[in-house]
């Protein structure tokens, strides 16, 4: 969805990933997960770092959004909502107003399950890192341009400041 979403904003090409790791295990191997991996590469205890991946080239669009573009985000912005605010700061398709993501530039999917053999749980265990758009892994959310936030009154009173200054912005760039 994100790559969908910036295909109508973004100025550039893009890409919501820089790099992906993947650790290989014989459980990888056995599921076949990683065969797509050149065979010399698939050592077991290793960590295979993918760097190629190439961006997305903008489709002929004649629907693509040319103005001005801001993007809200906050505390409770995880996962792909994370990994789009990401594209969106490193290819510079708007303003950033909110506070930091919750989710993390660099962020942990694709994953194995399987079943504890006493319990019988069934679990899931991630096995590829993804470092997101720009190649920033700093233990940091999407930092935005503006930091605005609301307090505990702000909310009692139903009082959305970050909206208020986004609106603010547009006012005056008109």
């Known amino acids: 969805m994100g790559d969908e979403?910036?295909?109508?904003?973004?100025?550039?090409?893009?890409?919501?990933?820089?790099?992906?790791?993947?650790?290989?295990?014989?459980?990888?191997?056995?599921?076949?997960?990683?065969?797509?991996?050149?065979?010399?590469?698939?050592?077991?205890?290793?960590?295979?770092?993918?760097?190629?991946?190439?961006?997305?080239?903008?489709?002929?669009?004649?629907?693509?959004?040319?103005?001005?573009?801001?993007?809200?985000?906050g505390g409770k912005t995880f996962s792909a909502a994370t990994d789009l605010a990401s594209a969106f700061k490193c290819y510079n398709a708007g303003r950033i107003i909110g506070t930091e993501t919750g989710g993390l530039t660099a962020s942990f999917g694709d994953v194995y399950t399987f079943e504890l053999p006493n319990t019988k749980l069934n679990v899931g265990v991630s096995y590829k890192k993804f470092i997101n758009a720009c190649g920033k892994d700093d233990g940091h959310g999407v930092i935005p341009d503006y930091i605005i936030k609301n307090s505990f009154e702000d909310d009692k009173k139903d009082v959305d400041k970050v909206l208020e200054f986004t609106i603010h912005l547009i006012n005056q760039e008109k």
Do not use: H
């Not at 050592?43 to 993007?71: C, M, Q, V």
């Open 5 to 73: 979403l910036m295909q109508y904003i973004s100025k550039s090409d893009f890409r919501q990933c820089d790099s992906i790791y993947v650790k290989i295990s014989k459980e990888i191997l056995d599921r076949e997960y990683v065969n797509w991996l050149d065979s010399s590469k698939r050592i077991i205890g290793t960590l295979y770092r993918l760097t190629d991946i190439p961006k997305l080239k903008l489709n002929a669009n004649p629907l693509r959004f040319k103005g001005s573009t801001y993007l809200l985000i």
